[in-house]
């Protein structure tokens, strides 16, 4: 910058800038060391043969049907949001395997402000695996940001299971793998929740606490009924609930 006072207070402005990315960056490492010291120290690199894979995903607690949508509902400090979630009859085929297409949709105030499209697969022993994402937040009809976005095969991202075959309690795995991009981890708390939404009451759910290395303060608890799927989202530290609503069928 040419200008002398302009230049200084650019400086001046980048100075706290850089020691938020510097506590930002320290936090992450401690998260990543923590994750790796209950993961264990063998390299993250799940092995993904297509013939170990099947058609349909019918996990107890992460059925998705094609035609099936799923709608919830929040309050935020946005406004009001809304969410659908809908398994559609679309593939894509990622490192082999055939994966259901999910497509994602986010409303604040009736505003459509994120459209993602997410890939699933189920293996034959009943694991669902997460194989990648295509996000997209918008201001408008711009889209402004596709940050979150990633492919398992590409540019070194890996897939994870996004829900287990026979969850225990204690249980802690990785949901997807893309470093500096997608790394959300899973835990599971317990197999026997009670939970009432507004699309009514469940029992025996699985309550899970999902976390990342990227946001090392954020934590969220996920419900999941038996033969339903997911329920619940809640935020501990803001008390801020995502709810299942209704669920419709073609």
Same mark, same amino acid.
């Given at each position: 910058?040419?200008?002398?006072?302009?230049?200084?207070?650019?400086?001046?402005?980048?100075?706290?800038?850089?020691?938020?990315?510097?506590?930002?960056?320290?936090?992450?490492?401690?998260?990543?060391?923590?994750?790796?010291?209950?993961?264990?120290?063998?390299?993250?690199?799940?092995?993904? &043969?297509?013939?170990?894979? !099947?058609?349909?995903?019918? %996990?107890?607690?992460?059925?998705?049907?094609?035609?099936?949508?799923?709608?919830?509902?929040?309050?935020?400090?946005?406004?009001?949001?809304? %969410?659908?979630?809908?398994?559609?009859? %679309?593939?894509? !085929?990622?490192?082999? !395997?055939t994966c259901v297409e999910v497509r994602d949709k986010v409303f604040v105030d009736g505003q459509l402000t994120e459209d993602t499209r997410d890939w699933f697969?189920?293996?034959?022993?009943? &694991?669902? @695996?997460?194989?990648?994402? &295509?996000?997209?937040?918008?201001?408008?009809?711009?889209?402004?940001?596709?940050?979150?976005? @990633?492919?398992?095969?590409?540019?070194?991202?890996?897939?994870?299971?996004?829900?287990?075959?026979?969850?225990?309690?204690?249980?802690?795995?990785?949901?997807?793998?893309?470093?500096?991009?997608?790394?959300?981890?899973?835990?599971?708390?317990?197999? &026997?929740?009670?939970?009432?939404?507004?699309?009514?009451?469940?029992?025996?759910?699985?309550?899970?606490?999902?976390?990342?290395?990227?946001?090392?303060?954020?934590?969220?608890?996920?419900?999941?009924?038996? %033969? !339903?799927?997911?329920?619940?989202?809640?935020d501990p530290e803001t008390g801020e609930r995502s709810e299942l609503v209704r669920i419709t069928t073609e």
């Amino acid at each position: 910058m040419a200008d002398a006072d302009t230049r200084e207070d650019c400086e001046e402005q980048a100075l706290p800038e850089l020691k938020d990315a510097l506590e930002t960056c320290s936090a992450q490492f401690d998260a990543r060391q923590a994750a790796c010291g209950r993961l264990g120290p063998a390299p993250y690199d799940p092995v993904i &043969n297509p013939s170990n894979f !099947v058609s349909t995903i019918d %996990n107890t607690y992460f059925p998705l049907k094609p035609g099936t949508t799923f709608f919830y509902e929040g309050k935020t400090e946005e406004g009001v949001e809304t %969410n659908s979630v809908a398994v559609t009859h %679309n593939t894509k !085929v990622i490192l082999g !395997v055939t994966c259901v297409e999910v497509r994602d949709k986010v409303f604040v105030d009736g505003q459509l402000t994120e459209d993602t499209r997410d890939w699933f697969a189920q293996d034959i022993h009943g &694991n669902v @695996w997460y194989f990648g994402e &295509n996000s997209r937040e918008l201001e408008g009809p711009l889209t402004v940001s596709i940050e979150g976005s @990633w492919i398992a095969g590409e540019d070194g991202a890996k897939p994870g299971i996004i829900m287990k075959a026979h969850p225990a309690v204690g249980d802690f795995y990785r949901q997807e793998f893309s470093l500096g991009t997608a790394e959300d981890l899973g835990e599971v708390l317990s197999l &026997n929740r009670s939970v009432t939404v507004p699309a009514g009451s469940f029992a025996h759910c699985l309550e899970t606490k999902d976390t990342s290395p990227l946001e090392p303060d954020v934590v969220e608890k996920k419900f999941y009924a038996p %033969n !339903v799927g997911f329920v619940l989202e809640t935020d501990p530290e803001t008390g801020e609930r995502s709810e299942l609503v209704r669920i419709t069928t073609e």
